[in-house]
């Protein structure tokens, strides 16, 4: 990444100045520099964030950092959208992930029907083609959660989200299942959050933390009608991570969270048996 070393350079920073700047550890920032190791797509990511790179050069960055990274985190043969590919990169480089979802399931614990609805309804101009692709990587995503990676998944989901029938009775049955399923998981957590809760930090909507471990900081993520935002500033993703803890601290427990999932389950099955 000799690349990276010519923009500090360019900037008059030395690697000291960058790590106190860019918050990413001095030693990470010697190995992309110098490749001594595979580079982490995230820090590379951090980097064109932290100088102010355009798109274009940003996925040339990434691109150079796809082939020492692996096919364990390389989802450049997929055909998704550019935001998609970097949150999934993100997604598979984190140590922990926080979401809290006011509106769909996350996407890593999407079952096949539901995610194509998901994605179907979200980008009505897709192709066939791209919808299918879409869905393919979504549930590729699920390797995170096993061994040897087990990343640790924390979620917090708003009760609407399990009284919205995306892709009809059938599609909901099956991913309220496979949602219990994946709680059995011990590095998976999920918790909804009552319809009863009145005042929420949750009502300025979704969003998501990608923790790394002490090599870089956490990340925000935010999804609207505008795009996709990644976000390192260190008060804005303090914001969020306050925001999750108090929504975690409202939600119901582990164990009453599933509770509510089987009587959902079962609204369901008797719904269809009058049918």
Same mark, same amino acid.
């Given at each position: 990444?000799?690349r @990276?070393?010519? @923009?500090r350079?360019?900037?008059?920073l030395?690697?000291?100045q960058?790590a106190a700047?860019?918050? %990413? $550890?001095l030693? *990470?920032?010697?190995?992309?520099?110098?490749?001594?190791?595979?580079?982490?797509?995230?820090?590379?990511l951090?980097?064109c964030?932290f100088?102010?790179?355009?798109?274009q050069?940003?996925?040339e960055?990434?691109?150079?950092a796809?082939?020492v990274?692996?096919?364990n985190n390389?989802?450049?043969?997929h055909? #998704?959208? !550019?935001?998609t590919?970097?949150?999934?990169?993100f997604?598979?480089?984190?140590?922990?992930?926080?979401?809290f979802?006011a509106? #769909?399931?996350?996407g890593?614990l999407?079952?096949?029907?539901y995610?194509?609805a998901?994605?179907?309804?979200?980008?009505?101009y897709?192709?066939?083609? *791209?919808i299918?692709?879409t869905?393919?990587?979504r549930?590729?995503?699920?390797k995170?959660?096993l061994a040897p990676?087990?990343?640790?998944?924390?979620?917090v989901?708003?009760?609407s989200?399990?009284?919205?029938a995306?892709?009809?009775?059938?599609?909901?049955?099956?991913?309220? !299942?496979?949602?219990?399923?994946?709680?059995r998981?011990? $590095?998976?957590?999920? *918790?909804?959050?009552?319809?009863?809760?009145?005042?929420?930090p949750?009502l $300025?909507?979704?969003?998501?933390?990608?923790s790394?471990?002490?090599e @870089?900081?956490?990340?925000?993520?935010?999804e609207d *009608? %505008?795009?996709?935002?990644?976000?390192?500033?260190? #008060?804005?993703?303090?914001?969020?991570?306050t925001?999750f803890?108090?929504l975690a601290?409202?939600?119901?427990?582990?164990?009453?969270?599933n509770?509510? %999932?089987?009587?959902?389950?079962?609204a369901?099955?008797?719904t269809?048996h009058?049918?």
């Amino acid at each position: 990444m000799a690349r @990276l070393k010519q @923009l500090r350079l360019e900037r008059g920073l030395t690697p000291t100045q960058l790590a106190a700047a860019s918050r %990413i $550890n001095l030693t *990470q920032i010697s190995r992309l520099e110098s490749l001594e190791r595979p580079p982490v797509a995230s820090q590379v990511l951090a980097l064109c964030h932290f100088y102010g790179l355009g798109q274009q050069t940003t996925a040339e960055f990434m691109k150079l950092a796809e082939p020492v990274r692996g096919d364990n985190n390389d989802w450049s043969r997929h055909d #998704l959208e !550019t935001g998609t590919a970097k949150y999934l990169t993100f997604e598979g480089d984190a140590t922990s992930v926080s979401t809290f979802q006011a509106m #769909l399931v996350p996407g890593l614990l999407q079952a096949e029907l539901y995610a194509r609805a998901v994605v179907s309804s979200l980008r009505p101009y897709f192709s066939d083609e *791209q919808i299918e692709e879409t869905v393919r990587a979504r549930l590729e995503r699920r390797k995170n959660l096993l061994a040897p990676r087990s990343l640790e998944f924390h979620a917090v989901l708003d009760e609407s989200v399990l009284l919205r029938a995306l892709g009809g009775a059938e599609a909901m049955r099956e991913q309220l !299942t496979d949602l219990l399923e994946a709680t059995r998981l011990p $590095n998976v957590t999920v *918790q909804i959050l009552p319809l009863s809760v009145g005042p929420n930090p949750g009502l $300025n909507g979704s969003f998501s933390l990608f923790s790394f471990g002490a090599e @870089l900081d956490e990340f925000a993520y935010v999804e609207d *009608q %505008i795009g996709q935002t990644f976000e390192a500033d260190p #008060l804005a993703v303090k914001r969020c991570r306050t925001a999750f803890e108090t929504l975690a601290k409202q939600a119901l427990a582990p164990r009453s969270s599933n509770a509510v %999932i089987r009587r959902r389950i079962q609204a369901l099955d008797q719904t269809a048996h009058r049918d």
